[in-house]
């Protein structure tokens, strides 16, 4: 049997050994594969192509790569990588404005928050640094050498497979941290050296209820697709004598086999930016196809890759092998974790559900001592601060990640009892009233918004306008110094964080509607065994499943009478709002019933009333649309004044505002003509 990522990288060697030195590693040799310009009249073409990267274990910068030294060498003594990448560039790079964007790739596909670069001349990069997905036509990966002892012996390691919501009826299911495949075969197939338990109930905070054992006899490491129980033996999927119930959750705990060395991802990053950033060639003689263009580098990652990107610079990555700098701004977006990429049998795909690594290490940005972990003081910042490599940082962000993604303890810390000062080269936004990213359709039409696992309505506001706005002050900021927006965010300090009950936060009783309350998820303190430097989140989890030592519980944006969010920088659609917008949503049915839904990912929309009537008979307390704005000429200018204000704050760009004014005018918000002389006195008084 074959199964993916078993990489031995045997011709590798073979290609760069004239090119790389055991002194210095970097990116030997670079391949272009495919060349095709665009027909959108950009004067944009893209490379894609591969580049071949070598490691010095013993440097710095990559000793503490976890399990590098369990890692293949080449003749030279240096590690081997392969990355695919894709750089989009004027077809004249005497058009290029000097900057560099990087974008680090989500789960190995291009996720962007705002529209291409390239209107303003820049160049941007993308390239794989996740050695756990398989690669196609379309993504990015990198290929990672697998760590063996050093007789050349497999190396194990306890990891946690949980499954739920099985369809009934299934004869077998992949092994997955819920839904992340893992990609490491079990070390044997022998059940009696696992643990297969199921629950009948568990909570977001770890409580279960109905814990059962499974009896090694009455499942197996097989595929049972189509040879009845036990099955094809495989080391990467279970089988159970009497098949699944959708209503209980899988927890199996074995020992997996070989290890990826996935911290090499950070280094490709790192190592394939400072290339095409100051490089001329490399080692082998291909030109840099952007050879002394690039006088700036960016980088920028949403979610996944956001968690990514902080792990980058905590780790000591925007120091390249050179000791220069990588980047010389960072936007890590929606992003409040760590990811699990230098980690033995690490899952960077990982989203945050219970068990899931990725809070452990330090989350804030300026020197923070963690007593209430009993950590010693550190920051995100503390080695490229050494090196005198830091980037100028946008940290943006929106409700959801309140609610999911341990935002609270990176601006309080784990006690809560003060904001955290943000050094002179941070900034933070925050969006209020957000899902997580925002909402990609946007716009002012709210009628079609179901979301089939959630309770509420799927949350409209979206955050690409104002994404698009920030990034280019962000490169104003690096390539000009021109001073960005204030930073804008929810602030003890200003009494506008509380704790997660409806109560405190100023929650509104809407008839028929969930509240927030535990909605948010908290900092869990996991217990992974000593052998995981917690702090810099490197290392090895020995233990599986881990104890949970204690739950730092998560703080929440204070709310009006509408429910909605108060702090921070509104979109134009929350600033002229059509209902209540939550960070928040409550899964409908299924095992998770109850709780947070899409893993607490999905925000929510509650629409207002449309007549006061309506408003009435529902028992509403939040006013009506035609008692906020009359009619659809009362909502436009509400809408015009929001989207003046943000273009003179710089967070609109002017033809990002012109698309709004026209979207809001294309709504059906209400009736053009005043049904009473209170909505008329309502539009004389909002367009006035």
Not at 448 to 462: D, E, Q
Not at 547 to 561: F, H, N, W, Y
């Amino acid at each position: 049997m074959k199964f993916h990522q078993r990489i031995a990288l045997p011709c590798l060697a073979i290609a760069l050994a004239a090119a790389a030195t055991a002194a210095q590693a970097r990116v030997a040799r670079i391949t272009i594969d495919k060349v095709d310009a665009l027909s959108d009249g950009s004067g944009y073409e893209v490379l894609r192509g591969r580049a071949f990267g070598t490691l010095d274990p013993a440097a710095a910068g990559n000793a503490l790569i976890t399990d590098i030294e369990f890692a293949p060498r080449n003749a030279q003594g240096q590690v081997e990588y392969v990355t695919t990448f894709s750089l989009h560039k004027p077809v004249d790079m005497a058009k290029a404005s000097g900057v560099l964007w990087y974008e680090l790739v989500n789960r190995a596909g291009p996720l962007r928050t705002f529209d291409s670069m390239a209107s303003s001349g820049h160049v941007t990069l993308m390239n794989g640094w996740q050695g756990d997905i398989a690669p196609t036509a379309a993504n990015y990966t990198v290929q990672v050498p697998v760590a063996r002892n050093a007789d050349g012996s497999p190396i194990t390691g306890m990891v946690l497979a949980r499954l739920a919501d099985v369809p009934a009826g299934s004869a077998s299911r992949p092994l997955a941290m819920l839904a992340n495949a893992i990609p490491y075969d079990a070390a044997s197939l022998d059940t009696s050296q696992a643990r297969l338990v199921t629950k009948r109930s568990e909570k977001r905070s770890g409580e279960s209820a109905g814990i059962e054992v499974v009896p090694a006899s009455d499942w197996a490491f097989a595929d049972c697709g189509s040879t009845p129980f036990p099955g094809k033996p495989h080391p990467r999927m279970i089988c159970l004598r009497n098949g699944f119930d959708p209503k209980l959750l899988y927890e199996v705990a074995y020992r997996a086999k070989d290890p990826l060395v996935l911290g090499i991802g950070l280094a490709a990053i790192r190592d394939l930016a400072s290339f095409f950033r100051y490089e001329a060639r490399d080692s082998a003689g291909t030109a840099n196809p952007v050879a002394g263009a690039m006088k700036w580098a960016l980088g920028h990652g949403t979610s996944q890759s956001g968690n990514a990107l902080k792990t980058f610079l905590l780790q000591g990555f925007n120091q390249d092998e050179a000791g220069r700098i990588v980047f010389d701004g960072a936007n890590p977006h929606i992003a409040g974790r760590l990811t699990a990429v230098n980690v033995r049998f690490g899952l960077p795909s990982g989203s945050g559900t219970l068990y899931e690594p990725g809070g452990e290490g330090v989350l804030w940005w300026t020197p923070y001592r963690d007593a209430a972990r009993g950590r010693t003081m550190a920051s995100l910042l503390d080695r490229c601060r050494a090196s005198k490599t830091c980037p100028k940082i946008f940290e943006t962000f929106g409700s959801t990640e309140f609610n999911a993604r341990l935002m609270t303890v990176a601006l309080t810390g784990t006690d809560g009892k003060a904001d955290l000062p943000l050094p002179a080269d941070v900034r933070r936004y925050y969006f209020p009233g957000t899902t997580h990213g925002g909402d990609d359709i946007g716009g002012f039409d709210h009628a079609s918004g179901a979301l089939a696992a959630c309770v509420l309505a799927r949350n409209p506001v979206p955050e690409k306008e104002q994404m698009a706005a920030l990034a280019h002050a962000l490169v104003q900021w690096v390539t000009r110094g021109v001073e960005p927006p204030p930073s804008s965010y929810p602030r003890l300090a200003d009494h506008q964080l509380a704790a997660n009950n409806a109560r405190a936060m100023g929650w509104p009783a809407i008839a028929n509607a969930p509240g927030p309350d535990g909605m948010a998820v908290g900092l869990m303190q996991y217990d992974y065994g000593a052998d995981l430097n917690a702090n810099e989140f490197r290392g090895v989890l020995s233990q599986w499943p881990p104890a949970i030592r204690q739950t730092i519980p998560s703080l929440m944006p204070k709310l009006d009478a509408d429910g909605n969010e108060t702090a921070g920088l509104p979109a134009v659609q929350h600033q002229a709002p059509l209902g209540t917008y939550t960070g928040w949503n409550v899964t409908k049915a299924g095992f998770f019933q109850g709780q947070p839904c899409g893993g607490g990912l999905a925000g929510g929309y509650i629409p207002f009333s449309k007549t006061r009537a309506e408003r009435v008979a529902a028992n509403d307390p939040r006013l009506s649309l035609e008692e906020r704005y009359g009619t659809q000429q009362g909502y436009l200018c509400v809408v015009r004044k929001a989207a003046d204000r943000e273009v003179a704050r710089r967070l609109l760009l002017p033809n990002d505002a012109q698309k709004l004014l026209e979207q809001a005018g294309a709504a059906s918000v209400l009736p053009a003509t005043a049904p009473n002389p209170e909505a008329a006195a309502v539009v004389a008084r909002l367009c006035g």
